[in-house]
């Protein structure tokens, strides 16, 4: 037989063989994809920035100079290096101010998405593997979660409880599950029935045990994709809270804060509320790219859109 | 002067890995009210050659021929819109899936409608009465009330009938079914059949039939090309394709069939060993070679289009030895 | 489809009983009421008085039963500030915010399903990663910030457009842009993929092999299919546009429910706030239900349920 019609199957040729799982073929998908690239690397540097903050913040963000109030930012002619991004009306450093509200926005998203996905990830594991009246119950819960007007609902409980950085993450946590349900339900569905899990129940395994052994790791990639759109979700709701004074209460440096208490300064300085609302923009962006890439990496039609 | 023309198409898609030769270089001819079965295994072009001929590949497929000459029409020449205008009034076309085929948001009479009123100027009551007319023709009763309803009300079977009325709604000269009877269950898989061979002796309507099924050839066919890779390996009358095959992928795929009172009781059928080659980038010789049980050293140089009989031409060097009727070479052994 | 909308509307309604269930729970949680409509120079005898006339010293079942006769015969109760009938209060403010919402929608549609039909069409050119690029940076505005900068960049800087009030057409302009903003990502993903799924299928293929126009193949047959998810998330969108007003309303001074709410909150007026919450949730209960109906009549597919 001449090698130049080996015996492979047509079309096997035409796909690069798709080996290795987890990490390699993560990193692989990583470097293809440009806006999961971009977005992997602004989250990376946002986080960082977190952590970092106290090592990176030239100085206190809570240092009041009164002295030397509404300083513009370095690209203007009035502005200085000793504070690259200004300060704000009570002279405090706005390039400290931002550094260390990546740390209240990247904890509220962070908590709030856990908080949501555990509720909304059992709610909807349970109606997806159960069925029935389980589902009916589940569903109706979901519905009625649904019509409730989550910003207004939020800032009303936000008052009533007082608003805190506690307050805003429990809120929002209580607040964002819908997706994961919906998300959570349709996965378990389509793995209830698989083979492993159907052997996993002849062999008499107790419920606990089938449900976070066998379900919950077939549909963590679903999961995953949510949870990265709900963290940018509850970022974007703990800033308007914040915004309309019902969130983080001063003198935290949030993103939404610092655009409410620019607010009035807008009209002549319009860089005290499009410095924070352009951190927000970018972290949001950076977290949807990731999040949408994800789906794009997971989905097994490759990208989606 | 024959109906359809085909000389040399070539479908290249580009792929991943390179291009992907769908359909390489065939040549074929459809006469006037002819039933012409074009058979072979999915993936060896059939369905591409038919997209080709009626103009609707997807856009980065690339598709050129010698000639594809339709009723003196070189049909590579047209514009698009030129195309579209044969397109449903001249040459129709039946696909596979009849489930899938139809919108599921317009009634059937608006979809039976659709093509005569874009082709030929008729009133809406005119293009209505030829459409219940073609419904009673392909056996649905209750015409002019089937016109109101939509697909989903329908079965598999009764959506392929409309599917049929639909294709002849204005009289085309030629009709290219897409293995029209694949997805139906067999009963009524045989019922089309019959049905669809009816219509085209009485409508004198030339069909192009795409199967991988000989028994569904052995029916319907008055003559068949067969298809391997991208290539038509074999063309001939059904008589002469079932008596005497020119090409031992023929022959392979006819002792596929077990033949009543021929094949003896519990013995296994056959199957053609080893697999299709790739048809991304470029191919050699014979491309049938790694599975033939009668390839030699000569078998890696194109084999010649070879007379074998009256219209039987098949592309195998040893195209003369196998159809001869007297001799039918058995090969000695099958691996 | 009687069947099916009869479900659905008694779903519906018990969505509805079960939210203002909810909003009534709102009002017994922000703390004695009669202290709060006394207000904090009112005797303890005073108080007893108000807990008396209000009927504030009944069973909460009683009191419950009592205000959901009020609802349903549109009497939300008295607010503490105004002390004037809430409905009044609502009825002023509705037509802003209904103007509103419509709007926003009307500029959502308008951008979202033209362009995602051509993005469709168009797959991979620049009408496409246009597309997309709208889509991603719409999902990641905060829309307040985004109202702030449209009043920067169009009211004072151009001064093409008033910044805030309701009096005139004008001053509807910026806010539905900033409104519609937030709804037309979603919106439009949900137009291209329908479309290229849509497009993809076997009967657009029908459609072309019956030689029919270009035109006819994309607006007949393509496009009826692919829009009918994109009406029932229309009428999700409109429902949620209307509770996100609170935050438009607030940024651009407009007289409606949303600004109303807001104001309440910080007052601390609940009958307002509970009003405005059940208010805005039997909008979305509405507009879901019609959705669903409509979804139903566009689908021949639904309608034989």
């Known amino acids: 037989m001449n090698d130049s ?117 059992t709610l909807g594991v349970l109606a997806g593997y159960f069925g029935g009246r389980v589902d009916a119950v589940i569903s109706y819960l979901l519905t009625t979660r649904l019509a409730m007007p989550v910003v207004l609902v939020a800032l009303a409980m936000a008052s009533l409880i007082g608003g805190s950085l506690i307050t805003v993450t429990l809120l929002l946590g209580l607040l964002l599950w819908d997706r994961f349900a919906v998300v959570a339900r349709s996965a378990t569905l389509q793995v209830r029935d698989a083979e492993y899990v159907q052997a996993a129940r002849a062999l ?40 309309l004074g019902m969130g983080v209460q001063p003198p935290l440096p949030s993103w939404g804060l610092m655009i409410a208490e620019g607010k009035s300064y807008m009209f002549f300085q319009p860089w005290v509320i499009a410095i924070p609302g352009s951190a927000l923009f970018m972290l949001v962006l950076a977290i949807n790219l990731l999040g949408d890439g994800l789906r794009d990496i997971s989905a097994p039609g490759g990208r989606n859109e | 002067m024959p109906l359809l023309t085909v000389e040399e198409l070539h479908v290249d898609l580009p792929v991943d890995a390179g291009t992907l030769h769908a359909v390489r270089g065939i040549d074929f001819h459809v006469e006037r009210g002819e039933m012409l079965c074009l058979v072979g295994e999915s993936g060896c072009g059939k369905s591409m050659t038919s997209m080709a001929l009626m103009g609707l590949l997807p856009r980065r497929a690339r598709v050129s021929a010698a000639s594809l000459r339709f009723d003196g029409i070189e049909l590579l020449d047209l514009t698009e819109r030129a195309r579209s205008d044969l397109r449903g009034a001249r040459m ?17 009479g608006n979809q039976l409608c659709e093509a005569l009123l874009r082709h030929r100027r008729v009133s809406r009551r005119e293009a209505r009465e030829r459409a219940i007319y073609l419904l009673e023709r392909v056996g649905i009763s209750a015409a002019a009330e089937r016109m109101a309803q939509y697909p989903h009300q329908l079965s598999g079977g009764l959506r392929q009938r409309v599917m049929i009325a639909m294709a002849l709604m204005c009289e085309p000269d030629l009709i290219i079914a897409d293995e029209p009877t694949t997805a139906l269950d067999v009963t009524i898989q045989a019922q089309i059949l019959r049905l669809l061979r009816d219509l085209q002796r009485e409508f004198g309507t030339a069909v192009i039939f795409i199967t991988h099924d000989l028994g569904v050839v052995a029916r319907i066919a008055d003559r068949v090309a067969v298809m391997y890779a991208g290539e038509v390996i074999e063309t001939a009358s059904a008589e002469a394709l079932f008596a005497a095959p020119g090409h031992p ?60 009989g009256a219209g039987h031409v098949a592309r195998c060097h040893f195209a003369a030895r196998l159809a001869d009727p007297a001799r039918p070479p058995q090969p000695e052994v099958m691996p | 489809m009687w069947p099916f909308i009869f479900k659905r509307t008694l779903v519906a309604l018990c969505v509805a009983l079960t939210i203002s269930v909810l909003s009534f729970g709102l009002l017994q949680l922000s703390g004695d009421l009669a202290a709060a409509i006394g207000g904090p120079e009112a005797t303890a005898e005073q108080v007893e008085r108000i807990r008396i006339e209000y009927g504030l010293d009944r069973p909460v079942v009683e009191q419950f039963v009592t205000w959901l006769w009020g609802v349903m015969q549109l009497d939300f109760g008295r607010s503490y500030y105004y002390q004037s009938s809430v409905m009044d209060l609502v009825v002023e403010r509705l037509p802003v915010t209904m103007t509103l919402g419509l709007l926003s929608l009307a500029i959502a549609i308008g951008v979202s399903i033209p362009l995602g039909v051509a993005a469709a069409l168009m797959r991979g050119s620049w009408v496409d990663r246009l597309a997309m690029a709208i889509a991603v940076t719409g999902q990641a505005m905060p829309n307040f910030w985004f109202g702030l900068t449209l009043i920067i960049l169009f009211a004072v800087n151009l001064q093409w457009l008033p910044a805030a009030g309701s009096e005139s057409w004008q001053g509807f302009v910026l806010p539905a842009i900033a409104l519609g903003y937030y709804a037309t990502p979603a919106m439009m993903r949900l137009t291209r993929s329908g479309m290229l799924e849509v497009l993809a299928s076997d009967y657009v293929r029908t459609a072309r092999a019956k030689g029919l126009r ?58 307002v706030v509970q009003a405005v919450v059940l208010i805005i949730a039997l909008f979305y209960i509405v507009l879901t239900l019609l959705a669903d109906i409509l979804n139903a009549v566009l689908d021949p597919r639904l309608r034989a349920r």
Not at chain 1, 22 to 33: D, Q, S, T, V
């Open chain 1, 204 to 243: 008499g395994c107790p419920l606990h045990h089938i449900l976070l052994r066998e379900v919950l790791p077939n549909i963590a990639a679903a999961l995953i994709v949510v949870a990265t759109l709900e963290v940018a979700n509850a970022i974007l709701l703990e800033a308007t809270l914040s915004f």
């Open chain 3, 214 to 271: 270009t035109g006819s193949v994309v607006f007949k047959h393509a496009l009826r299919n692919a829009v009918i998810p994109v009406v029932a998330l229309a009428a999700v969108e409109l429902g949620f546009m209307l509770g996100g007003s609170v935050v438009i309303e607030t940024v651009f001074s407009l007289r409606g429910l949303g600004q109303l709410a807001w104001q309440s909150i910080s007052r601390n007026d609940y009958p």
């Open chain 2, 249 to 308: 992928y023929t022959q392979g795929l006819l002792n596929c069939i077990p033949a009543p009172g021929k094949t003896p009781p519990g013995s296994r059928l056959q199957a053609i060993p080893g697999v299709v080659p790739s048809l991304v980038g470029e191919l050699e010789g014979c491309a049938f070679r790694n599975r033939c049980p009668l390839a030699e050293a000569i078998c890696e140089t194109p084999p010649p289009a070879t007379h074998v």
């Open chain 1, 5 to 121: 019609l080996a015996t492979t199957p047509a079309g096997a040729a035409t796909r690069p063989a798709i080996g290795g799982g987890g990490w390699p073929r993560f990193r692989r998908a990583l470097l293809a994809h440009r806006g999961l690239a971009l977005g992997a690397v602004i989250v990376t540097l946002l986080v960082l920035a977190a952590v970092l903050a106290p090592w990176l913040a030239p100085h206190d963000p809570y240092l009041q100079n009164t002295a030397n109030r509404m300083v513009p930012p370095v690209w203007h002619e009035a502005g200085n290096w000793e504070h690259p991004l200004g300060t704000d009306r009570l002279g405090r450093d706005y390039l400290s101010r931002l550094i260390y509200g990546t740390r209240i926005s990247l904890f509220i998203g962070l908590v709030a998405a856990l908080i949501s996905g555990v509720i909304g990830s």
């Open chain 2, 92 to 108: 129709a076309m039946i696909f596979q899936e009849p489930m899938t085929a139809l919108n599921p948001a317009y009634t059937l």
